[in-house]
């Protein structure tokens, strides 16, 4: 993952982004007007900032992309595993805000897949011989209830890609060191079969660090993705204050930054 910038907007772009047709990455928390604890670029409709400040933002990100805000697809996250997928021209997609999924897919050039977090991952997909982007909300649930692998189960079983030909990049979350987890996460993840000694580290008696970008990697890779198409970014959310906005961190009283990817 590299730092760049587009007007305004700073950004952490996937190393593989500028040989293919499209715009992907994850903005950071700054470049934009919302006041503290929102401070600057929250682009989260979902959150006790003023609207217009968000909507302020939203106009700044797309400008900075040549685009309108109409072309802005982001949807209600509930910490599921529903996908949905645009497969036909859209003028105006505000009407999807509501909708709840953690998931988007596409196959239409112009619109922008957006995917809000403040600690869970934001992942990316692209697959170049189809021309498909898709990109998903991963916590702890999502990551259980595996909605990366319903999202290549829909790009296998709806638009013919191969998960070898997937280019895809992991953007900043929580990193283990700042998140703890107790047995009732443990055993979600075991009763789904997931490696759970792969991905958690014990902390003390009950408690575990769990690795959530390392859970999508690897699911990413059971799925067939190869390694070195997954760009990763070892940046904390929690951590890294001056970047990313952080629910654990603020209290849950923060803003969210955004993955995006965009088909030109």
């Not at 070892?234 to 970047?243: P, W």
């Not at 009283?253 to 995006?260: A, E, P, S, V």
Request: charged share 20%.
């Amino acid at each position: 993952m590299v730092s760049t910038r587009q007007g305004k907007i700073a950004y952490l772009k996937p190393e593989w982004a500028d040989k293919f047709p499209l715009c992907a990455g994850f903005s950071t928390r700054n470049g934009g007007v919302s006041r503290p604890p929102f401070n600057s670029l929250n682009l989260g409709f979902g959150t006790d900032d003023q609207r217009h400040n968000v909507e302020g933002n939203r106009s700044t990100f797309c400008r900075a992309f040549d685009m309108s805000p109409r072309k802005l697809l982001t949807v209600n996250q509930v910490h599921g595993t529903d996908v949905l997928i645009v497969d036909e021209p859209n003028q105006d997609l505000f009407h999807f805000l509501s909708l709840e999924c953690d998931a988007i897919i596409t196959n239409q050039p112009g619109i922008m897949l957006g995917i809000l977090v403040a600690d869970c991952y934001p992942v990316l997909f692209y697959d170049p011989t189809n021309g498909v982007i898709a990109a998903a909300h991963v916590g702890w649930r999502g990551a259980v209830g595996g909605v990366i692998g319903k999202v290549l189960k829909a790009l296998v079983n709806i638009f013919g890609i191969l998960p070898a030909d997937l280019y895809c990049a992991v953007g900043a979350g929580i990193s283990p060191k700042c998140y703890e987890v107790d047995r009732v996460v443990r055993d979600a993840f075991q009763k789904e079969g997931h490696a759970w000694k792969k991905i958690a580290e014990e902390a003390t008696y009950g408690r575990w660090k769990l690795d959530i970008g390392k859970s999508c990697i690897l699911q990413l890779e059971g799925e067939g993705v190869p390694a070195e198409h997954i760009a990763k970014t070892d940046c904390c959310s929690c951590t890294h204050r001056e970047l990313f906005f952080s629910y654990r961190r603020d209290g849950g009283n923060t803003g969210r930054q955004m993955g995006f990817i965009m088909l030109k």
